[in-house]
């Protein structure tokens, strides 16, 4: 008889670079990282920065969002916050820049982690909810993928889970070369590299 240990894996697989990612839904979690006014156009300091949150990125981090909920796949937030006791060069002015953009709001039961740095991991109970429960792997969406995604990533390879990064869920700041960049970095030494349409594809057939 299958153990319940057994039984209550779930067990897909998800297209990917360098090679076929597969990972138990039972312990994994959906990432998303900084998609916030701010960043979107909508905040006070959106002169400077530029909407890096597409319209695009939205309807594709919605698509994956709805879809991980409907999986029971737990949904993670991540909030950039500004700290008044340290020099950053962090664009948050007001409250208003730290929300998350209306179409994308967290309900009852999603996890919402606010941050100082750019890891999600540094001085947040991020990985302390994460191990509490049981999650491995991490599938990473949000702004902007050279700075927050990757650094998070990292970080969360270095705790041994295994991230996987969706290439057309996020967007960088700078050149393209930048978003290339941490592209190959993460199929080549952290993880995988996949699409919303491939991560879409494997939970809607689970």
């Not at 897909?12 to 312990?27: F, M, T, Y």
């Not at 709001?105 to 947040?124: A, H, M, N, Q």
Request: aromatic content about 8%; some cysteine.
């Amino acid at each position: 008889m299958m153990s319940s240990k057994r039984a209550a894996e779930r067990p897909v697989k998800i297209e990917a670079r360098p090679e076929q990612a597969e990972i138990d839904l039972s312990r994994t979690a959906l990432i998303i990282v900084d998609m916030q006014n701010v960043f979107a156009g909508r905040g006070d300091r959106s002169d400077i920065v530029g909407p890096t949150i597409t319209r695009e990125l939205i309807e594709k981090t919605k698509s994956l969002i709805e879809t991980a909920r409907k999986a029971a796949i737990k949904v993670v937030y991540l909030k950039m916050m500004k700290d008044p006791e340290r020099k950053s060069k962090s664009l948050i002015r007001t409250v208003g820049d730290t929300k998350i953009v209306d179409e994308l709001s967290p309900l009852p039961g999603d996890i919402v982690i606010e941050k100082t740095w750019y890891s999600g991991f540094r001085e947040t109970s991020l990985d302390r909810i994460l191990r509490e429960s049981r999650i491995e792997y991490l599938i990473f969406t949000g702004v902007v993928t050279n700075v927050c995604v990757e650094s998070t990533l990292r970080d969360s390879y270095f705790l041994n889970y295994w991230p996987i990064l969706v290439s057309d869920a996020t967007n960088h700041a700078g050149p393209s070369f930048t978003q290339q960049a941490t592209e190959w970095n993460v199929e080549s030494s952290f993880g995988w590299v996949t699409t919303a349409e491939n991560v879409l594809t494997a939970l809607l057939t689970e």
